[in-house]
C-alpha cells in the first residue's frame, strides 16, 4: 500500500468509528471498546504508513493539493501580514507573494512562492512557477528589508520557475541569478524553508539563506523527478525510480549538509493539522531569529559564504 | 522527374527517425575531427576541417560558428606562453551513485583529454593580466558539477585575491543532473564568490557561446559587468524543446539567440570571434586601476 491506500483506508476507518459512536448515542449501547479497538487500528496504520514512506510518497505529498500553502502558514505564523505587490519594472506575480508582518511584535519580511487551492486559483498563480518579475519582487522585498533592517523569512513551494516565451524574454536566467547573487551578500538574516516543492533553480533563488529548513515531508531537487527521468532516460515515467536515485527528501538533503533542519509534520503530513505545522515553523522561526539577530553583520554574511563554500563533492 | 523526387523522399525518411541520435552524433565529429572532411549543418557544403580551423573554427563558406575546445579558445584569446592552469587535478565523485557515472567521465576524460568541464587558470590578453575560465561543450554538455563549479569559484576567489578581472566563457547546457542537488549548489557558491569580487570593484566580463543554457545562465552567465556573446548563440534558462513541450507551440524563429537576447536587453555587445581579443584588451584597458 502506497500513503494515499493508507489514507484512503484510514478515512474508512474514521467513517466508521464515527457511525459506531452516533450509533452507540442513539440506541445507548456501550460500544466503547469496539471503538477503542478501531482507534488503535487507525493510529498504528497512520504510523506504519510513515514508517516506510518512498521519496516518490514524499513527492507526492509534496505536491498534494491539500498540503498548507505559504499563505496558510504566512496567515497562523505572522500578525498584521500587509501583502506588497509588483516588481516596479514590469507587473506583479501572483506565483510569488510578499509582504510586510510582525513576528511576536518584531517586523519581518515574508516572501513565499504560492500554490493555488484549486485549478482556477492555480491558474491565476501559475501553479506556484514564477515569471522572472516575480523574482525581482522578492529581491526588491529583500532589499527593503535590508534598509530596514529586518530579516527576511522566504517559504519556498515550486516545481520550478515557469518555461515560456514571456519568462525567456524578460530573462528567467538572469533574474535568478541575480537573486543568488544578491542573496549572498544581503545584509540582514535570510531564513528559507521549502514547504512543499523545491523544483531546481526557481526554488534556490529565494535559498541563499543563513539557514535553510524543510519540513518533513518537503522534496527539494535539481528538477522534477519526471525531468529528470526524461533527461537522463528519455523516459518520463521512470519518475519514481529518479525520485529515489535523486536523493531528494528532507532527511538526505540534512545528511549531505545542504539544509540545516528538518521541521517535523503532524502524522499524515502537514495537510492533516496545519495549525500545529504553523506553530512548529514557528516556534524554530522565533527561536533561530533571535540567535541570528545577535550576531554582528560581517560574522553573518561570512557564515553564509562559508555555508555555501563548503558544498560539492570532489577529490583534490 | 517525379519517380526522383519520389527517391529522395525515400532517402531522407529513415534519417529524420534518428534525428537526436544523428544530431549527437555529428556534434561529436565536429568537435573531434577524425577524417579530414566535414559537413556544415548550415550550408550543407563539405569543408575541409583544416580550413576550419584556420579560419577559427568557422565555416569557410557560410561563416557558421563551430563550437570551440577550452584549449582553442584559450589559444585565442591569451597570448602565447603566459597561461598558468589553476585546480587542473580536481576531479569528479559521484555523490548520487549514480550507475556508470564514472564511467562516463573516465571515457570522457579519454576522449577529450580534460580532466572536466571546464578549464580555469591565468594569463595574459595583449599583456593584461586577468583570470580567465572556459568551458568545454564536449564533455557532457558542458554541465556545472561540483568540480565545474568549485573550479570557477577558487578561479574567482583568486582574481579577487590578487585584484584582477575575471572572464568566463560560457558554453553549457546547465547544471549537471548526474550530481542532483550538489549541482544545483554550484549555481549559489559561483554567484557568492562573483558577488564578493564585485563588491571590491573590480570586473567581471562574461563571454556567452553556444550553447548557454539551465543553471549556468541562472548564474555567472548573466552576472557579468559586462556580457558579450558570439553571434547566434543559443542563450536561455530552459531549452527550446523544455519550453515547446511546455507551452505546446513551435517557438519562432531565432528565439533565445543571441540577437534575440541583445534585442530583450541581456546581452550587451555581440562580437564576432575574430574581434574578441581586441574587444577584450579594450574593456580591460578602459577598466585597468
Given at each position: 500500500m502506497n500513503i494515499f491506500e493508507?489514507?484512503?483506508?484510514?478515512?474508512?476507518?474514521?467513517?466508521?468509528?464515527?457511525?459506531?459512536?452516533?450509533?452507540?448515542?442513539?440506541?445507548?449501547?456501550?460500544?466503547?471498546?469496539?471503538?477503542?479497538?478501531?482507534?488503535?487500528?487507525?493510529?498504528?496504520?497512520?504510523?506504519?504508513?510513515?514508517?516506510n514512506i518512498t521519496p516518490w510518497d514524499k513527492v507526492l505529498l509534496a505536491r498534494k493539493?491539500?498540503?498548507?500553502?505559504?499563505?496558510?502558514?504566512?496567515?497562523?505564523?505572522?500578525?498584521?501580514?500587509?501583502?506588497?505587490?509588483?516588481?516596479?519594472?514590469?507587473?506583479?506575480?501572483?506565483?510569488?507573494?510578499?509582504?510586510?508582518?510582525?513576528?511576536?511584535?518584531?517586523?519581518?519580511?515574508?516572501?513565499?512562492?504560492?500554490?493555488?487551492?484549486?485549478?482556477?486559483?492555480?491558474?491565476?498563480?501559475?501553479?506556484?512557477?514564477?515569471?522572472?518579475?516575480?523574482?525581482?519582487?522578492?529581491?526588491?522585498?529583500?532589499?527593503?528589508?535590508?534598509?530596514?533592517?529586518?530579516?527576511?523569512?522566504?517559504?519556498?513551494?515550486?516545481p520550478?520557475?515557469?518555461?515560456?516565451?514571456?519568462?525567456?524574454?524578460?530573462?528567467?536566467?538572469?533574474?535568478?541569478?541575480?537573486?543568488?547573487?544578491?542573496?549572498?551578500?544581503?545584509?540582514?538574516?535570510?531564513?528559507?524553508?521549502?514547504?512543499?516543492e523545491?523544483g531546481?533553480?526557481?526554488?534556490?533563488?529565494?535559498?541563499?539563506?543563513?539557514?535553510?529548513?524543510?519540513?518533513?515531508h518537503?522534496i527539494?531537487s535539481i528538477l522534477s523527478p519526471e525531468g529528470f527521468a526524461s533527461i537522463l532516460w528519455k523516459d518520463a515515467s521512470k519518475a519514481k525510480e529518479a525520485a529515489s536515485l535523486m536523493k531528494l527528501t528532507?532527511?538526505d538533503?540534512?545528511?549531505?549538509?545542504?539544509?540545516?533542519?528538518?521541521?517535523?509534520?503532524?502524522?499524515?503530513?502537514?495537510?492533516?493539522?496545519?495549525?500545529?505545522?504553523?506553530?512548529?515553523?514557528?516556534?524554530?522561526?522565533?527561536?533561530?531569529?533571535?540567535?541570528?539577530?545577535?550576531?554582528?553583520?560581517?560574522?553573518?554574511?561570512?557564515?553564509?559564504?562559508?555555508?555555501?563554500?563548503?558544498?560539492?563533492?570532489?577529490?583534490? | 522527374?517525379?519517380?526522383?523526387?519520389?527517391?529522395?523522399?525515400?532517402?531522407?525518411?529513415?534519417?529524420?527517425?534518428?534525428?537526436?541520435?544523428?544530431?549527437?552524433?555529428?556534434?561529436?565529429?565536429?568537435?573531434?575531427?577524425?577524417?579530414?572532411?566535414?559537413?556544415?549543418?548550415?550550408?550543407?557544403?563539405?569543408?575541409?576541417?583544416?580550413?576550419?580551423?584556420?579560419?577559427?573554427?568557422?565555416?569557410?563558406?557560410?561563416?557558421?560558428?563551430?563550437?570551440?575546445?577550452?584549449?582553442?579558445?584559450?589559444?585565442?584569446?591569451?597570448?602565447?606562453?603566459?597561461?598558468?592552469?589553476?585546480?587542473?587535478?580536481?576531479?569528479?565523485?559521484?555523490?548520487l551513485?549514480y550507475p556508470?557515472?564514472?564511467?562516463?567521465?573516465?571515457?570522457?576524460?579519454?576522449?577529450?583529454?580534460?580532466?572536466?568541464?571546464?578549464?580555469?587558470?591565468?594569463?595574459?590578453?595583449?599583456?593584461?593580466?586577468?583570470?580567465?575560465?572556459?568551458?568545454?561543450?564536449?564533455?557532457?554538455?558542458?554541465?556545472?558539477?561540483?568540480?565545474?563549479?568549485?573550479?570557477?569559484?577558487?578561479?574567482?576567489?583568486?582574481?579577487?585575491?590578487?585584484?584582477?578581472?575575471?572572464?568566463?566563457?560560457?558554453?553549457?547546457?546547465?547544471?549537471?543532473m548526474?550530481?542532483g542537488?550538489?549541482?544545483?549548489?554550484?549555481?549559489?557558491?559561483?554567484?557568492?564568490?562573483?558577488?564578493?569580487?564585485?563588491?571590491?570593484?573590480?570586473?567581471?566580463?562574461?563571454?556567452?557561446?553556444?550553447?548557454?543554457?539551465?543553471?549556468?545562465?541562472?548564474?555567472?552567465?548573466?552576472?557579468?559587468?559586462?556580457?558579450?556573446?558570439?553571434?547566434?548563440?543559443?542563450?536561455?534558462?530552459?531549452?527550446?524543446?523544455?519550453?515547446?513541450?511546455?507551452?505546446?507551440?513551435?517557438?519562432?524563429?531565432?528565439?533565445?539567440?543571441?540577437?534575440?537576447?541583445?534585442?530583450?536587453?541581456?546581452?550587451?555587445?555581440?562580437?564576432?570571434?575574430?574581434?574578441?581579443?581586441?574587444?577584450?584588451?579594450?574593456?580591460?584597458?578602459?577598466?585597468?586601476?
Amino acid at each position: 500500500m502506497n500513503i494515499f491506500e493508507i489514507e484512503k483506508a484510514s478515512e474508512e476507518l474514521k467513517k466508521k468509528i464515527k457511525e459506531l459512536k452516533e450509533f452507540s448515542k442513539l440506541q445507548n449501547i456501550d460500544l466503547s471498546s469496539e471503538i477503542e479497538i478501531l482507534e488503535n487500528k487507525l493510529k498504528e496504520l497512520q504510523r506504519d504508513s510513515f514508517k516506510n514512506i518512498t521519496p516518490w510518497d514524499k513527492v507526492l505529498l509534496a505536491r498534494k493539493i491539500e498540503r498548507p500553502t505559504s499563505l496558510d502558514l504566512i496567515k497562523r505564523i505572522f500578525d498584521n501580514f500587509i501583502e506588497l505587490h509588483g516588481d516596479r519594472l514590469y507587473k506583479d506575480d501572483a506565483a510569488i507573494l510578499g509582504g510586510i508582518a510582525l513576528l511576536e511584535g518584531k517586523p519581518v519580511t515574508v516572501i513565499g512562492q504560492q500554490k493555488g487551492k484549486n485549478t482556477e486559483e492555480n491558474i491565476k498563480r501559475n501553479f506556484g512557477m514564477p515569471h522572472p518579475e516575480g523574482y525581482r519582487k522578492a529581491l526588491r522585498l529583500m532589499k527593503q528589508a535590508e534598509k530596514f533592517k529586518r530579516p527576511v523569512i522566504c517559504f519556498i513551494d515550486t516545481p520550478g520557475a515557469f518555461c515560456g516565451i514571456g519568462s525567456e524574454e524578460r530573462g528567467q536566467g538572469e533574474a535568478i541569478a541575480r537573486n543568488l547573487f544578491e542573496m549572498s551578500n544581503l545584509k540582514t538574516p535570510i531564513i528559507s524553508i521549502v514547504i512543499g516543492e523545491g523544483g531546481s533553480g526557481g526554488a534556490l533563488a529565494l535559498a541563499v539563506g543563513d539557514r535553510v529548513w524543510m519540513l518533513e515531508h518537503a522534496i527539494y531537487s535539481i528538477l522534477s523527478p519526471e525531468g529528470f527521468a526524461s533527461i537522463l532516460w528519455k523516459d518520463a515515467s521512470k519518475a519514481k525510480e529518479a525520485a529515489s536515485l535523486m536523493k531528494l527528501t528532507a532527511q538526505d538533503l540534512l545528511d549531505f549538509g545542504i539544509i540545516d533542519r528538518i521541521i517535523k509534520e503532524p502524522i499524515g503530513g502537514a495537510h492533516r493539522d496545519v495549525d500545529e505545522t504553523a506553530k512548529s515553523i514557528k516556534q524554530s522561526l522565533v527561536d533561530e531569529l533571535e540567535l541570528l539577530r545577535n550576531l554582528d553583520i560581517e560574522t553573518l554574511l561570512n557564515s553564509r559564504y562559508e555555508k555555501f563554500r563548503r558544498m560539492g563533492k570532489f577529490l583534490e | 522527374m517525379i519517380n526522383l523526387f519520389k527517391k529522395r523522399q525515400y532517402v531522407t525518411v529513415p534519417q529524420k527517425v534518428d534525428k537526436k541520435e544523428e544530431r549527437e552524433e555529428k556534434e561529436v565529429k565536429v568537435n573531434i575531427p577524425d577524417g579530414l572532411f566535414t559537413k556544415c549543418d548550415d550550408c550543407g557544403k563539405i569543408v575541409l576541417k583544416e580550413d576550419i580551423e584556420k579560419n577559427l573554427m568557422k565555416c569557410p563558406n557560410c561563416n557558421k560558428y563551430f563550437r570551440m575546445t577550452a584549449w582553442q579558445r584559450i589559444k585565442l584569446i591569451i597570448d602565447e606562453g603566459t597561461f598558468l592552469e589553476y585546480d587542473k587535478d580536481l576531479s569528479t565523485l559521484n555523490p548520487l551513485s549514480y550507475p556508470d557515472y564514472e564511467g562516463k567521465i573516465k571515457k570522457l576524460i579519454d576522449e577529450t583529454g580534460l580532466k572536466e568541464a571546464v578549464v580555469t587558470g591565468e594569463g595574459k590578453i595583449k599583456g593584461t593580466d586577468c583570470v580567465i575560465a572556459v568551458m568545454d561543450s564536449r564533455f557532457l554538455m558542458g554541465s556545472m558539477g561540483s568540480v565545474v563549479g568549485e573550479k570557477i569559484t577558487r578561479a574567482v576567489e583568486r582574481a579577487t585575491e590578487k585584484r584582477l578581472p575575471v572572464i568566463i566563457f560560457t558554453a553549457s547546457g546547465g547544471a549537471r543532473m548526474q550530481e542532483g542537488i550538489f549541482s544545483l549548489m554550484q549555481m549559489a557558491k559561483t554567484s557568492a564568490a562573483l558577488k564578493r569580487h564585485s563588491d571590491l570593484g573590480f570586473l567581471y566580463v562574461s563571454v556567452l557561446t553556444d550553447p548557454t543554457t539551465g543553471g549556468v545562465t541562472a548564474s555567472f552567465a548573466m552576472l557579468g559587468d559586462i556580457i558579450i556573446s558570439e553571434p547566434n548563440a543559443l542563450i536561455g534558462f530552459a531549452g527550446p524543446r523544455v519550453i515547446e513541450q511546455t507551452i505546446k507551440q513551435k517557438l519562432p524563429e531565432g528565439f533565445q539567440r543571441a540577437e534575440f537576447l541583445l534585442e530583450h536587453g541581456f546581452v550587451d555587445l555581440i562580437v564576432e570571434r575574430e574581434n574578441l581579443k581586441e574587444t577584450l584588451y579594450q574593456i580591460l584597458l578602459i577598466h585597468r586601476g
